[in-house]
């Protein structure tokens, strides 16, 4: 059982995946740190970009120009966050800022409720695929599945845009401040309401992305969000909510401990393996590994 | 659990009754007096599945006429099929169970697609006495109970392994590993096969168990790779199903290692759309193909079928057929439509119906129970895009019931 | 001409406390006003209503003429209207650099500089050089201040709202942030409202103080007439002076 390919393909098929799980997660942890809401419905702009990608590809563009659609699936996604900003979320933030947490629970359970039903009526319960015409690639030992490769490579590529942006950009200055201190940014003179849009369009894109580049791998159906959902609540805990490094850090560590789980100690609990590290870390560490204990308001 | 599906199922049922049989009863002409009453409880409305329920209704009235052209049962009474759509609800079901025994005086109740439907009417019919048979409902509950009045003619998880059986002893197989999903379907077909390649002996048997909602399935699948097998048996249901396919791919295990699925997803028109590439040189379980032989009485009726409906019969209009024409033929056996006689006469004769196998109800033990199938059959898809009916039929295993 | 700030009948409460009530006054473009009164006399919640943080239940608030009903924090601010915070609300976890650079980046007009040179300007005024890459959440309270006031003036508003600028904090940094607030006033005409309890700044800086007790405007003066009123004496100097 133990042999050292075994190991190697393992470890390589965990990175590969946690990396993409990182991007699911990255979303949540970015909308909480700025707009200090959790996101339930997030599985469901994944969905909706797996749909888009679906749609562009076997109706519009054809395999061959899937790379032109995944860019075209993430911002439909970010379009459609930011028109879920605004006539959704806005009317929530006029509200005392303890009411926030409640109502924004409830508007994104709605939200994904409506958004999976809305998925199944129009598209029906089957699962698509826009296909790949890409090769099986070997990584070392490993063959991958071309758009599986091309899924990690865009991920990676979208988390370093997303990290200059944020770096150096004066819209990333922005974004970093609201997530520090929202009256201190509004004092400053920036509207925070706009931040909260970007940041909300941006956030639900990076899920959007992330369904769109899986469409051909994991399928398209109306509940494949749900792995969204899940893993990218557990890296939160597990990463420390509001932490972009510790959402791709722990995102890798979660692939990587399902892989090795699966592979090493029972295939039929590759779920389990990550839940015992989120109780692990709560025990061990109850803010995640990079969260923060407290911030200014 | 129970309780409540039989108190709801009481109330609800006095409730529909009106209004389904006062629908029934005002399209149907008054039964004459010699005429036999067959019931057909088949859901025709969702939460049911209208599709499946439709296609057996389809094949019980083509029997029906089919019976009554060539004279009837016992030297001149004609049959009348009375319909009632069970909704998918075993509250309905059941109600549909008392309304055609009680009303309309049937003899047998043939249908039922939903098995939690079949189970339910069970256990009214097992107080009333009249028959049922099960046509399309797989669930072991329904004949392992040993009702009298129990009957079925559709594939039991055991005889889907020994069609697996069947496979690897034709093919010559020594080491097959099986995914599968962790419900009562996947780690139940799973267990099976290893108890009957343990009985069988020769083979080594690899399972490895995957949770449903997981989706990447490479952890899994690097497993059975480093198993080397000689076949990989794919027990997943739905999407899990296509997910397997694809990655298998990937990693290499497909096209080299043969593939078989547990059941018949792959006839549906989806099966080719999501596997245009990767979906050739897969076998899987079957039902039907209009490769394999039917009997007399079936060629005849897969005609009628197709001059009728332009379209080939498929399984459940087939066993919605088949039915019929075993009811017919049990009536004229015990030359009675009492219950008592009947279920005598099913139990110990030998009947006909749509595939070339003979049609037997023996007390056996088990699920085989008053349990019929017919052949299952392994079917192989031989290129990209083949139309199922033109698959190529690898295996045509006809059920042995095991003597206890 | 209109004054650069000016407020009329602002009335707020808060459950049953009426925190301020009729409270007007205008300070004209130029001055440095004071603003003193016991704790509790309603000076930070004028503040948050001059500078958006809270609506006023009547009244309103006007710059340089212009109303204030109905804009936000963040545009109030755009308008030229910049305040400091009695607890400092600083981006802790960035840089001082960052801090500034936000400040700046925030209220500039657009297509003007990137902002560089004035950030550096800064930093060199308030002699935070060897702090400039350090987070913000590790300054001294004094710093923070100091950092606070600085990224007020990053970009020359008209008017500034300052509450308690030196509570708390060492000799040396009140000294560098009074001559900040002159030199502002005196190379912009900039307009200052300071709320603080240390009289001999008020006396440095203010000509005219306003002194407010249980929500109302009580006097208005050089902070030498006001301290002889007897009521100003007997609620609220007779204490702090001596």
Redesign the interface.
């Known amino acids: 059982m133990f042999s050292t390919e075994l190991v190697v393909q393992t470890v390589i098929s965990g990175v590969m995946i946690g990396v993409l799980y990182a991007l699911m997660a990255l979303g949540i942890t970015f909308i909480y740190s700025i707009m200090r809401m959790i996101n339930w419905a997030m599985g469901e702009f994944y969905m909706i970009g797996s749909y888009l990608q679906y749609a562009l590809v076997a109706l519009l563009l054809g395999p061959d120009l899937w790379w032109l659609a995944i860019p075209i699936s993430a911002a439909g996604v970010f379009a459609f966050g930011l028109v879920v900003q605004w006539s959704l979320l806005k009317p929530i933030f006029r509200k005392p800022p303890e009411a926030r947490d409640d109502y924004a629970t409830v508007v994104t359970l709605a939200l994904l409720l409506l958004l999976r039903s809305l998925a199944t009526g129009l598209a029906g319960p089957n699962q698509f695929s826009p296909g790949s015409n890409l090769p099986v690639v070997m990584v070392g030992p490993m063959p991958l599945a071309g758009a599986r490769v091309a899924a990690f490579v865009f991920a990676l590529a979208a988390l370093a845009l997303f990290y200059c942006l944020l770096r150096y950009s004066w819209y990333g200055l922005a974004l970093r401040a609201t997530s520090q201190s929202r009256i201190g940014v509004q004092t400053a003179g920036i509207d925070v309401q706009g931040v909260d849009r970007i940041a909300f369009g941006v956030g639900v894109a990076l899920a959007g992305l992330a369904g769109a580049l899986l469409a051909p791998v994991f399928l398209v159906y109306p509940t494949n969000g749900l792995i969204t959902t899940v893993k990218g609540f557990e890296i939160v805990v597990i990463g420390g909510l509001g932490s972009i490094p510790g959402a791709l850090i722990a995102g890798v560590l979660l692939g990587l401990i399902e892989s090795l789980g699966a592979a090493f100690i029972d295939s039929a609990y590759q779920n389990i393996y990550g839940f015992a590290l989120v109780l692990l870390i709560l025990v061990l560490r109850p803010t995640g590994l990079f969260g923060e204990r407290g911030r200014e308001a | 659990m129970r309780g409540r599906r039989f108190s709801t199922g009481i109330s609800l049922g006095f409730l529909l009754a009106g209004t389904i049989a006062a629908g029934v009863l005002a399209s149907g002409l008054p039964a004459q007096a010699q005429d036999i009453g067959i019931g057909l409880v088949v859901p025709l409305s969702p939460p049911g599945d209208p599709v499946g329920g439709q296609l057996i209704r389809r094949g019980a009235e083509l029997g029906v006429e089919t019976v009554n052209a060539a004279g009837g049962v016992l030297g001149g009474r004609k049959f009348k099929l009375y319909v009632e759509d069970s909704q998918g609800k075993p509250e309905a079901g059941v109600a549909a169970y008392r309304r055609l025994v009680s009303e309309n005086k049937v003899a047998v109740v043939p249908g039922f697609f939903h098995s939690s439907v079949a189970i339910a009417a069970n256990e009214v019919a097992n107080e009333m006495g009249v028959p049922t048979m099960a046509l399309q409902a797989s669930a072991a509950e329904i004949t392992s109970k040993h009702y009298e009045v129990a009957f079925r003619t559709h594939v039991v998880d055991p005889v889907r392994v020994s069609a697996f059986m069947e496979f690897i002893k034709q093919k010559g197989f020594k080491r097959v590993s099986m995914i599968a999903e962790?419900t009562d379907y996947g780690i139940g077909i799973a267990d099976e096969t290893i108890a009957q390649a343990k009985k069988a002996g020769g083979v080594e048997i690899q399972k490895?168990?995957?949770?449903r909602?997981?989706?990447?399935l490479?952890?899994?699948l690097?497993?059975i790779k480093?198993f080397k097998p000689d076949l990989v048996i794919n027990i997943g249901v739905?999407?899990p199903l296509?997910?397997i396919i694809?990655?298998a791919?990937?990693?290499?295990l497909l096209p080299t290692t043969p593939m078989l699925i547990s059941y018949d997803a792959p006839v549906r028109p989806?099966y080719w759309?999501?596997h245009?590439k990767n979906g050739a040189g897969l076998y899987f379980i079957a039902y039907f193909s209009p490769k394999a032989p039917l009997s007399d009485i079936g060629t005849a009726f897969s005609k009628a079928y197709v001059e009728k409906y332009k379209e080939d019969p498929v399984y459940g209009a087939l066993n919605g057929f088949g039915a019929i024409a075993i009811i017919a033929q049990a009536i004229n056996a015990a030359k009675s439509t009492d219950s008592k006689a009947l279920i005598k006469t099913l139990e110990t004769g030998t009947f006909k119906s749509w595939p070339s196998n003979p049609v037997t109800f023996p007390r056996a033990s088990g699920v085989y129970w008053h349990n019929w199938s017919a052949p299952v059959l392994i079917l192989h898809y031989t290129k990209p895009m083949e139309d199922w009916k033109e698959a190529e039929v690898a295996v045509q295993y006809a059920p042995v019931v095991p003597k206890d | 001409m209109e004054p650069a700030l000016e407020t009329i009948g602002l009335f707020k409460r808060f459950g049953g406390l009426l925190a301020t009530n009729d409270v007007s006054l205008s300070v004209e473009r130029g001055e440095i006003r004071g603003l003193i009164g016991p704790n509790g006399a309603g000076k930070t919640t004028l503040v948050n209503l001059v500078t958006g943080v809270h609506a006023p239940d009547a009244g309103e608030v006007k710059l340089g003429g212009q109303s204030l009903r109905g804009r936000g924090m963040h545009e109030i601010a755009r308008l030229g209207l910049v305040r400091s915070f009695q607890v400092t609300r600083l981006f802790g976890n960035m840089t001082v650099r960052e801090n500034l650079m936000t400040s700046f980046l925030a209220r500039r007009d657009k297509g003007e500089s990137d902002g560089a040179g004035q950030t550096e300007g800064m930093i060199a005024l308030t002699k935070l050089g060897p702090l400039a890459d350090t987070q913000a959440k590790k300054l001294s309270g004094g710093q923070r201040a100091l950092l606070q006031m600085a990224c007020g003036f990053v970009v020359p508003a008209n008017c500034y709202v300052l509450d308690e600028p030196f509570a708390g904090i060492n000799p040396v940094i009140k000294d560098a942030i009074i001559d900040m607030i002159l030199d502002v006033n005196r190379r912009h005409r900039a307009t200052f409202l300071v709320v603080s309890h240390e009289m001999a700044i008020i006396r440095r800086l203010c000509q005219q103080v306003t002194v407010m007790m249980e929500g109302r405007v009580a006097a208005q003066g050089t902070l030498d007439e006001v301290a002889r009123l007897p009521e100003v004496i007997a609620g609220y100097l007779g204490k702090a002076l001596e």
């Open positions: 962790t490895v168990p995957f949770d909602t997981v989706t990447d490479t952890p899994q690097l497993q480093a739905g999407q296509d997910l694809d990655q791919t990937t990693i290499g989806q759309k999501l245009p």
